[in-house]
């Protein structure tokens, strides 16, 4: 099959890539994360809820992932919606200014780990100019979670919305959304956990008819290792994703790193553009009780160990999506370190 080139913004993903060195590292779950340091988060709102009462902590886990390796923070806007917020009696100008503090705070820890490490002589190199910090690249990227996350009640796992869920109504449910997270300067925006083709064409068409004039990328979830969870054959939802020129990276998130290696081999196949990863820590989520089930996860060094073959198989970006935490991500930042190619460490 003839892969057509991509657009102008897949300049800025080529840049980065190389100032990591080839690899870039991604940072780890967020929502489940806050609920390791004690956060409940049985609320519509999922972790939207902690913009409202604690942004500190918030910060404090980018700070973490930052700390762990990670070039790119996810913000914490994944449910945050201003239907969701209105739901809760935001007026729609409070609601607005909740996704704008969800980019706010990625960059505020940015700031500061920038800071730390220019005072930290441990990151500091001389060269004949003398003394220069030497800053890993980060970036930060706007949350934008689905349809379904919006309705919390599982259906981004189904990805099944239902014969009165059109194109438009998606459409029209994410248009203020988007524009306000893209006004309020994150580097790109992650649109994730796409349960299914609907959505991905929905976001295409946002991004394409409101002119939204910064990257994205579109990440896809699957239970089964051939399709995103709505049966949708993964290669359909990619190629929706190259065809989109603001588009700059292609992957899966929260899916078990069982099956990334095929999904990888998939999406490949019909695009050039950078491929992502960030699967979950292979738990089950049962999306009746609200909770994961013990068991059968990943220990982080067998997550880990999948981390090469992952890269050998075509992925740029990886990191770690629900249950994962800034161990896994220190985890991987180092597995990646010894792939990379004299990039910044
Ligand atoms: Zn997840």
């Known amino acids: 099959m003839e892969i ?22 991604i940072d780890g779950g967020l929502a489940t994360e806050l609920e390791r340091h004690g956060a409940n988060l049985n609320d519509p709102l999922w972790s939207a809820k902690y913009l409202i009462s604690s942004p500190h902590l918030i ?42 503090t969800s980019v706010e705070i990625a960059r505020e820890a940015r700031d500061i780990y920038y800071d730390r490490a220019a005072k930290g002589s441990w990151n500091i190199i001389g060269d004949k100019d003398g003394i220069i910090p030497r800053q890993r690249p980060v970036l930060v990227a706007a949350s934008v979670g689905s349809y379904g996350a919006y309705l919390a009640d599982g259906s981004e796992y189904s990805g099944v919305y239902g014969k009165n869920v059109s194109l438009e109504t998606l459409k029209d449910f994410h248009r203020r959304r988007v524009q306000v997270l893209a006004e309020s300067g994150p580097d790109l925006i992650a649109f994730e956990t796409i349960p299914n083709k609907l959505e991905a064409k929905a976001y295409a068409e946002l991004l394409e008819e409101e002119a939204i004039n910064i990257p994205a990328w579109f990440s896809f979830n699957s239970k089964d290792g051939t399709n995103v969870v709505s049966g949708d054959p993964i290669a359909d939802c990619a190629l929706i994703a190259h065809s989109c020129d ?7 998130n929260c899916t078990p790193p069982r099956y990334i290696q095929g999904l990888i081999q998939s999406i490949g196949r019909v695009t050039t553009k950078p491929i992502l990863i960030y699967p979950n820590s292979g738990e089950t989520y049962d999306a009746d009780r609200k909770e994961w089930l013990p068991s059968s996860g990943v220990s982080d060094v067998d997550f880990v160990s999948y981390v090469g073959k992952w890269c050998e198989a075509g992925a740029s970006l990886v990191g770690g ?25």
Do not use: W
């Not at 404090?60 to 201003?82: K, P």
């Not at 935490?325 to 004299?342: D, E, F, H, Q, V």
């Open 4 to 25: 057509e080139t991509v657009g102008s913004y897949s300049a800025v993903m080529e840049s980065f890539l190389r100032l990591c060195g080839g690899y870039a590292v």
């Open 59 to 100: 910060r404090r886990v980018h700070l973490d992932y930052l700390e762990a390796g990670a070039n790119i923070i996810i913000s914490s806007s994944y449910q945050a919606t201003l239907q969701g917020f209105e739901s809760k009696g935001f007026s729609r100008e409070e609601g607005e200014n909740l996704l704008r």
């Open 246 to 252: 603001q588009v700059i990276g292609v992957g899966i």
């Open 321 to 345: 999506c629900c249950r994962t935490t800034p161990n896994t991500i220190r985890a991987i930042s180092k597995a990646l370190s010894s792939r990379t190619n004299g990039g910044f460490p």
